[in-house]
């Protein structure tokens, strides 16, 4: 539109030849202009770049987005600036992007809460996970891990099943409350398994380990790297770990997926956009983000915090985040899980 | 000799230029809000917690608790020379510390009180290091159950010892309690109360509520009070107490420290009671009774000494159990949770150095405050006569941009003005605050492990009487009841708090 609106102004008043020397140079712009999708690639970011981070500082979601713009800032040559919205557990951030204009300057890390769970338990959330944003990449996943009070005797998830069944109703397991991924695992895994166990809520998984080396709550599904410490005193045990393959961090225990066939939980991260999000800016973004998932100390972070680090295309992690809200959705229905 | 690893690591994290720094500015801070009557040390806390945000959560809590015990040594310069209490436990130091300055002896009382609190600050030190261990061993027998049943003596005991009316301690405590409930559920996941606020499903913020209540309030209320003072600041004499005045201070000074540290552990305890406890034991003591207000030297050590035990003993149950004595340990786990640190017996296992740090830094504190409030205090007598027109005012911007970098969020601001203009009308209507914030931390608590205890037991209520220790924390908490409504008992609780009006 802006071209031809410029070479029909210079037609139209054509004035000695200053004019028309100022007409070629206009029309050498128009020229630039006419390749804007290229333009717009070379030109973005030409300023600096918010991410919002809907977590406060310090979390581990805040840990890696600050890790990632920092890399980020350095290939894309603009300070890509993380900007802490907590809130409503990740909603009041992810409502911020959702609202903001799809320029490539606001873009966000998104969790399986914020963008899977959360919207299908809470009916209120202001903004719709797959209709108002764009996916840029998938960053990373955290798998969790299934711990074992000392007062369990099961050595392997198989065992434990046996003994969940020998018994129902009388073990307990703990969560970081009611419609958490915690929860949501630990319910996937009595649906898969056909066991009863009743669910104790806490306020961070943090607080189960005390109620778990006194013998009160049995089961628990914690973030590989908050367990370590737990598994290094010998006081607790892993029987299994909830991703696919085996997790770098603890590569002696198999994935619950052995016993319990086709079971997988894994917390993901990932950068999203507004809806509407140019696809050149998505590229670069997904491919800037590609790269700095191949570096050796980005990595290094990641896997110290417990995450591994994914990639792929936008068509991939919008691929993923249908699957798992999918699943999740079918879950809730079944289970009957409310927040209501 | 574990104690010593311990003690060890913890003077090594301590040590570090940065943890000094914090340390230093910590105590004084604390000195300085002591010596400036009206703002105490919660409001200080409360105001300073957004800017510990940035901070290693070693050096914020170092810092933190530096203005708590720092407040003790400052607050009883205020208290000899000007005859206010720089901070509420500085109330009885008031009472004989003025009447020696006014016989000249300003510079032995100043003396007494820095030296009673220094020995009192070491004593206490060890005994914080000492209990921590095994309470902490003691803490993981701790179940939902027995938690529930602490808190329920924590709030009771929170009422017993609140000074002023039982009635509005009682109508604060369940005031907190109701506004602790606002926010999500962990049990159902419901958000309560919300009003469908988004920023209201993740709570009420802790910072918002206690700077407004006590932050803002403190300095409206300040800002309508009349400055009158007949001042000794020009005329502290000779520091060094005589042999006389030394004789008859220790001894004080000693049981002092003793009750303190007592006192500061039990639930609702800390610097406060622990300073009007003192003075009490001190008169009943005495060999003559009747020089006690004219100027008893052991009026101003005992208390002194026993304020500041009872501000640090008052860390053992927030850092072993994770529950707060009182309205400033409220704040310290307040902060803790800011850094994402889970207030409980798992902290001295997950963040040894933390732990150990905070604690050896304590008595190095001390140490400073020492030499900041002896050979130093003409500087601070100085500051009593900044003018409040410029002081207040620069402090509420500051508290404004400290709320909102927690979020970044201006609904935190509004809520925090919100708070300040309730907590103007408590003070108003004579209603401490400090119940408030018990009950507001302790209430969510308390509803969750009594939920998860009914969850463990299948819905068998009868689990609270039959583990023997919650039972046992049950039965203090009655006993406690029936204590105060003993009326011989609550005659003299009356006294013992209105000594000084």
């Known amino acids: ?340 | 000799m574990d104690l010593i690893n311990h003690l060890a690591l913890g003077f090594a994290t301590a040590l570090t230029l940065q943890n000094l720094l914090y340390c230093f500015v910590g105590v004084l801070v604390g000195t300085l809000i002591g010596v400036l009557p009206g703002i105490g040390p919660i409001a200080t806390l409360a105001m300073l917690l957004p800017t510990t945000y940035a901070l290693p959560p070693t050096s914020a809590l170092i810092m933190l608790a530096g203005i708590y015990y720092g407040a003790q040594y400052g607050g009883s310069t205020t208290a000899i020379l000007v005859n206010l209490p720089g901070e509420s436990s500085s109330v009885v130091t008031c009472i004989d510390g003025y009447q020696m300055a006014r016989k000249g002896r300003a510079g032995a009382a100043l003396a007494v009180a820095a030296l009673g609190s220094f020995f009192a600050g070491t004593v206490s030190t060890v005994v914080v290091a000492a209990l921590a261990g095994p309470m902490v061993e003691f803490a993981f027998k701790f179940g939902p159950a027995e938690y529930f049943s602490l808190m329920v003596l924590g709030l009771i005991g929170a009422v017993v010892l609140a000074s002023g009316s039982l009635v509005k301690a009682i109508a604060m405590i369940l005031l907190g309690l109701l506004l602790g409930l606002v926010g999500t559920d962990v049990n159902s996941g419901v958000a309560r109360f919300s009003f469908d606020v988004p920023e209201l499903t993740d709570g009420i913020g802790f910072v918002a509520i206690a700077m407004g209540v006590f932050g803002f309030a403190e300095i409206i209320a300040n800002v309508e009070k009349r400055e009158h003072r007949e001042v000794f600041t020009d005329r502290v004499g000779r520091l060094w107490p005589s042999k006389d005045e030394f004789r008859k201070a220790a001894p004080a000074a000693v049981r002092g420290t003793l009750l303190g540290s007592i006192l500061g552990v039990l639930p609702g305890g800390g610097a406060l009671l622990a300073s009007f406890a003192s003075y009490t034991v001190e008169k009943k003591v005495a060999k003559d009774p009747s020089e006690f207000g004219k100027g008893a030297v052991a009026g101003v050590a005992g208390p002194e000494s026993a304020n500041n035990a009872g501000a640090q003993t008052s860390f053992i149950p927030m850092l072993t159990l994770g529950i707060p004595p009182n309205a400033v340990m409220a704040l310290m786990i307040g902060a803790m949770t800011i850094h994402n640190i889970q207030p409980g017996p798992q902290v001295m296992a997950n963040n040894p150095a933390l732990f150990w740090g905070l604690i050896a830094s304590m008595w190095i504190g001390n140490l400073m405050l020492v030499i900041l409030n002896l050979p130093l205090i003409g500087l601070w007598v100085q500051l009593l006569k900044v003018p409040y027109r410029w002081l207040y005012p620069a402090i509420l911007v500051f508290c404004c941009i400290g709320v909102y970098s927690i979020n970044n969020n201006t609904f935190d601001v509004y809520m925090t003005a919100a708070f300040g203009v309730v907590g103007y009308v408590f003070y108003k209507l004579r209603c401490e605050p400090a119940p408030l914030l018990l009950g507001f931390i302790l209430g969510p608590m308390m509803e969750e492990n009594l939920r998860r205890a009914m969850l463990l037991s299948r819905g068998d209520p009868t689990t609270f009487f039959t583990r023997p220790l919650s039972l046992a924390l049950l039965l203090m908490a009655a006993a406690l009841l029936v204590i105060v409504a003993l009326p011989a008992i609550k005659a003299k609780r009356e006294e013992a708090f209105h000594e000084v009006d």
């Open chain 1, 1 to 340: 539109m802006k071209s031809t609106e410029r070479i029909a102004d210079c037609g139209s008043k054509p004035n000695g030849e200053r004019r028309i020397a100022a007409a070629a140079k206009r029309f050498a712009v128009t020229l630039l202009l006419a390749l804007a999708p290229l333009a717009v690639l070379a030109q973005y970011p030409a300023k600096p770049i918010r991410l919002v981070v809907p977590f406060p500082p310090a979390g581990a979601t805040d840990i890696v987005s600050r890790e990632l713009a920092r890399h980020l800032s350095e290939r894309l040559k603009q300070q890509v600036i993380v900007d802490n919205r907590p809130g409503a557990g990740g909603a009041l951030g992810s409502d911020i992007v959702a609202k903001s204009p799809p320029d490539g300057y606001t873009i966000q890390m998104a969790t399986s809460s914020t963008h899977a769970i959360g919207p299908l338990l809470n009916p209120k959330t202001p903004y719709d996970p797959r209709g108002d944003f764009t996916p840029i990449a998938h960053v990373a996943n955290s798998p969790n891990v299934l711990l074992v009070a000392p007062n369990v005797p099961a050595n392997s998830v198989k065992e434990l099943v046996e003994l969940l069944k020998r018994s129902p109703g009388r073990y307990n397991y703990g969560s970081s409350g009611n419609g958490t991924i915690v929860h949501l695992t630990s319910e996937l895994f009595k649906a898969m398994t056909g066991t009863y166990v009743v669910h104790i809520p806490y306020r961070g998984t943090a607080l189960v380990i005390p109620d778990m080396l006194s013998g009160q709550i049995h089961l628990l599904f914690d973030n590989i790297a908050s367990a370590l410490p737990h598994l290094k005193d010998g006081k607790l045990r892993a029987l299994g770990v909830t991703s696919r393959e085996r997790s770098p961090l603890l590569p002696d225990v198999p994935p619950v997926a052995q016993a319990v066939p086709g079971f997988e939980s894994v917390t993901w991260f990932g950068v999203f956009g507004p809806k509407g999000l140019p696809p050149e800016v998505v590229q670069r973004l997904n491919g800037e983000i590609n790269a700095v998932l191949k570096s050796p100390e980005f990595v290094e972070r990641l896997r110290a915090l417990g995450y591994e680090p994914a990639g792929g295309s936008p068509q991939d992690f919008a691929a993923l985040l249908a699957r798992d809200t999918d699943k999740w959705a079918k879950l809730i229905r079944e289970r009957k899980i409310t927040a209501e």
